[in-house]
T-cell receptor, first 110, second 115 residues
């Protein structure tokens, strides 16, 4: 079945460092890909998405490109801030429900 | 943006009791709601999909008699964990979608601890 694998955390960075969180997927069809973020004490929020190969999703300085050839959707940000500290989930959606990765905790210190 | 309210955020109960978790869409009509469970350091696992007015569709391995889902209106779905046991302790999250198929909105989750 469809699945999502993302890098284990936690990821600890200093402010203004470069961030990459790897995500790869397995799917039988042509899924849409998503990154969700969960800030402490809050619900999941959609961060960005891409619906087809070579699409780039971007939001709040974060970017991810849908790479069909490598079945990847890595999340990147050039300069992280303390306020980016959260848990990040990669997900795919083939038909209706989302299938999530395990989540990666990011901690950014000043 | 659209808001999904999930209640309670945390519940502690004794083994053998039942716990009800509510999920409400506050400003849109949720034609479909999804219930997920997340064990520590694990993925969010889909438990069931419910459409308003019809029976929920459960994922393989999820006991439908233990996890009762009711989606009686377009704004409310409930998950009842019946005769809870310590192994049911987990983080439960609902999500809802309206007529725009791509958009899913999540509740803030419920941490269930069964003693």
């Amino acid at each position: 079945g469809d699945s999502v694998t993302q890098m284990e955390g936690p990821v600890t960075l200093s402010e203004e460092a470069f961030l990459t969180i790897n995500c790869t997927y397995t799917a039988t069809g042509y899924p849409s890909l998503f990154w969700y973020v969960q800030y402490p004490g809050e619900g999941l929020q959609l961060l960005l998405k891409a619906t087809k190969a070579d699409d780039k999703g971007s939001n709040k300085g974060f970017e991810a490109t849908y790479r069909k050839e490598t079945t990847s959707f890595h999340l990147e940000k050039g300069s992280v801030q303390v306020s980016d500290s959260a848990v990040y989930f990669c997900a795919l959606r083939d038909w209706t429900a989302l299938i999530f990765g395990k989540g990666t905790t990011l901690s950014v210190s000043s | 943006g659209a808001v999904v309210s999930q209640h309670p955020s945390r519940v502690i109960c004794k083994s053998g009791t039942s716990v009800k978790i509510e999920c409400r869409s506050l400003d849109f009509q949720a034609t479909t709601m999804f219930w997920y469970r997340q064990f520590p350091k694990q993925s969010l696992m889909l438990m069931a999909t419910s459409n308003e007015g019809s029976k929920a569709t459960y994922e393989q391995g999820v006991e439908k008699d233990k996890f009762l889902i009711n989606h009686a209106s377009l704004t409310l779905s409930t998950l009842t964990v019946t005769s809870a046991h310590p192994e049911d302790s987990s983080f439960y999250i609902c999500s809802a979608s309206g007529h725009e198929d791509e958009k899913l909105f999540f509740g803030s989750g419920t941490q269930l601890s069964v003693l």
